[in-house]
């Protein structure tokens, strides 16, 4: 069964910050984090900025280790062991440097949002003792009664992170080994249904999906289609491949825009303004609410059916 350790450090934020400062944050879906963290740390002297520029070369050339590093490491002590093997004697000067320089401004606003994070990781912890949704997802992958399993193999680690006022602002992102990052600290508590639900299930379902047996059969399943004209433009449209699109949309059209987030977890919360992107995603879910709906009553598995299905929503 699936198991979820929801936590937060301090040198994993403070990293999350300078991320999102120096613009190498969630730039595909959200634009004004950068905006809102520099209103709250006044002006930044010229070595700050030198050092910013310093951090962003660093992290473009070891990400997404880098990241990893700072959101699921544990002590200090161990980071800086980590950090060594990682980067260059000099980088690593460089990058304590960062640290050491905006700690300060940092302090502030970690303990703002420290309580929030500590409310919403008890809160996450709540929501996710329901037991259907997960039986029913692992069943969907073919992973219910699978052998041999692996200790902790679906044990997620989830880092919650900095989404500095923007309420309708959270994403997650999966950066292998069951380690999730879900940016989250001012989403209302009465959302956090979707972040659970929506977000990292979302999330988590691709990551089961690579762990099946079914993701063979995909990636063959891809070979025929990848040089399908109108599939190519649309993916070329997202700077993706076909089989990242179809991916994508075949997990979408599970959580959170198709029948499995409905039925366990309720209404999508509204939204201010939906990128095109989404759009999309709905679109395919609501495509395939009546076939998800058989799947999940018959304790079907995902199969090529469904891919097709999934294939002629796109291009329809």
């Not at 009553?297 to 999934?310: A, C, G, L, P, T």
Request: net charge positive.
């Amino acid at each position: 069964m699936m198991k979820y350790n929801f936590f937060f450090n301090y040198f994993g934020l403070l990293f999350s910050f300078l991320t999102d400062l120096s613009g190498q944050g969630s730039a595909f879906y959200f634009y004004n984090r950068k905006n809102n963290f520099f209103k709250k740390i006044e002006i930044l002297t010229l070595q700050q900025k030198k050092f910013l520029n310093i951090f962003s070369k660093i992290y473009t050339k070891y990400y997404p280790d880098l990241p990893c590093i700072f959101y699921f490491g544990d002590s200090e002590k161990n980071l800086q062991k980590k950090l060594k093997k990682l980067l260059t004697t000099r980088e690593l000067q460089q990058i304590n440097q960062v640290l050491i320089n905006f700690k300060p401004i940092f302090e502030r606003i970690y303990e703002k949002e420290k309580s929030k994070l500590i409310e919403r990781r008890n809160e996450l912890k709540y929501i996710s003792n329901g037991k259907e949704d997960k039986k029913v997802l692992l069943k969907l992958f073919n992973l219910k009664n699978k052998k041999n399993i692996k200790k902790d193999e679906y044990k997620y680690n989830i880092f919650l992170s900095l989404n500095n006022d923007l309420i309708n602002d959270c994403a997650g992102w999966y950066w292998g080994d069951n380690n999730v990052s879900l940016e989250i600290s001012d989403c209302p508590i009465k959302n956090l249904k979707y972040v659970f639900g929506g977000i990292l299930l979302h999330e988590i379902a691709h990551d089961l999906f690579e762990k099946s047996s079914l993701y063979h059969d995909f990636k063959k399943f891809c070979k025929n289609i990848e040089k399908n004209e109108l599939l190519n433009k649309i993916a070329k449209k997202y700077k993706i491949t076909v089989s990242e699109l179809v991916e994508e949309m075949i997990i979408s059209s599970i959580t959170p825009e198709g029948y499995f987030y409905r039925k366990y977890f309720g209404k999508l919360p509204a939204k201010a303004s939906v990128i095109e992107f989404e759009r999309l995603r709905k679109k395919i879910g609501l495509a395939l609410v009546s076939t998800l709906q058989n799947y999940i009553k018959n304790n079907k598995v995902i199969d090529r059916n469904y891919f097709e299905i999934v294939i002629n929503s796109i291009v329809s």
